[in-house]
Each structure stands twice: as C-alpha cells, then as structure tokens.
C-alpha cells in the first residue's frame, strides 16, 4: 500500500510539473508577484483532508491553496454573488450542477470527489451499538447541520424520520457546528460527519456509522469555477483531486469513493 502510494504521488508530481510548464503563459498572478495562489471554497465536513491534499499540492507546485469553509448552501450564495473562488467542492450534486445551468460553473470539470457518511456520534457511549441506543434515551438534545444549506443536515433530517426518535434539536449552520456542539460537551450527541470523527484521535464516546439507506447518497462534487477557467493552476488542482493519491487521502478519512463513471458528474 505504502509503495502504491509512493508510485501515485510521485508521478503526480511529475505530471504537475509538466502540465505547469507547458501552459505557464495561462497561470492567473494578478498582482505580478512569484507567489501564485488559488481560492477553494469547501463544505464544512471536508476541511481535513482538504489541508493535507493542498499541503502536497503546494509542495508540489508552489502554489497556495486558500481555503474558505462553510456550509455548501452559503458558500454557493457567495459564489453566485461574485465571491472570487476558483474551485468549489460541495457536499451535495446540486449545488455544482446549479453553477454549471448558470453558467458560473464549467461542465466538463464537474466531478464527485467523495461519498460523504453520516454519523450519530454519543460522548457517552463506549461502543457503537451505544451511541445508537444514545438516540433513544432520555430527555436528550441531539445536534444537526441545518438542512435547509448543509447536505449532511438533510441526511440526518432523513435519518431522523426513519428513525422516529422523540427529542430537542439544537441546529448548528453547518456540520462544523453540529460537530463543536457535542465537542464541547453543550450538547451530548449529534449527527456528524464520519470524516470529522477520522480526523481526529481524542474523540470522546463512541459513533454509530448511520446505514447508507437511511438517507439519499451524500455524493460531494466539485467543479472548477468561470472565473478559472484560463488559469492553469486552479485546474491542475481539479486534476489532482481526480489522482490516485489524491483519492487515497480521501478514502482515509472515511469517505467511500464512487465508481469511475458515478465520479463523472452527470
């Protein structure tokens, strides 16, 4: 394993370096200084492998990946209201196919990344079958994104009908929020992202990993923006996204993987 991703990594660089050289006249350096730099607007639930994927990709190519984070129903907003990001990865299909109708978004580069997982996380629980039984105990507030702009929001909301559990429930903007809600212990449990849980190692209590028919598939797509598109930077980093390095980094953080052509957009 280690040595497949040596060998992937390795020829992405390569590839990067030849791709960059080749269309060097299209990189977008605005201010006329040497350090270029791209804007990526992520959903929430994917800022951790987000910064170890940009961290290879600066190394790589040295250029700076700036990260703007949020929900994917805000960070759309901003974008359909000038926001100047070059790529943005969502946590839902929609949103990106709703750039692209807009002609905002460019269709070819439109691609789902990750399947994202839900998770029903209980800082009491010690194991899985626990933190299910958590959601049927007493008297309990239970932490969501909220539906109406986070993906993950709506799965749980999904969840939650399927489920039938009878009690309060605290809503954060996003899954970020959901997540620091039962973090720091205000709240005891809440539906998160399984990525959010993988990302770190003191992580109190326990999760249940939520069954996929629970809720519509979390399949997060992202898509180079309008304004990128004669910059070749930005779209060397939708291409990395699309490489086998990159797709093990994902899959480490608990995301599922779609197949090549689910992966396609369409």
Known sequence: MTKHLFSAKRM????VALALLLSWGGSADAGGSDTKEIRV???SNFIAPLKELAKTFEAATAVR???SAGSTGKLYAQIHNGAPFDVFLAA???EPARLVEQSLGIAHTRFTYARGRLALWCRTANTSEQARACLDGPDLRLAIANPRLAPYGQAAQSALAALRPSRPVVTGENISQAFQLVWSGNVPLGFVALSQ???RTDIPGAYWLVPTNY???????AVLLKRAIDNADAQAFVQYLQSDAARAVIESYGYDMPSSQQAKGQ
Do not use: E, G
Request: net charge neutral; aromatic share 14%; no cysteine.
């Open 65 to 67: 990946v700036l990260v």
């Open 92 to 94: 839902n299909a929609r």
């Open 41 to 43: 607007a992520v959903a």
């Open 197 to 199: 849980l993988k990302s």
């Open 12 to 15: 992405f660089f390569i590839w």
């Open 215 to 221: 809720h519509d598939p979390i399949d997060q797509q």
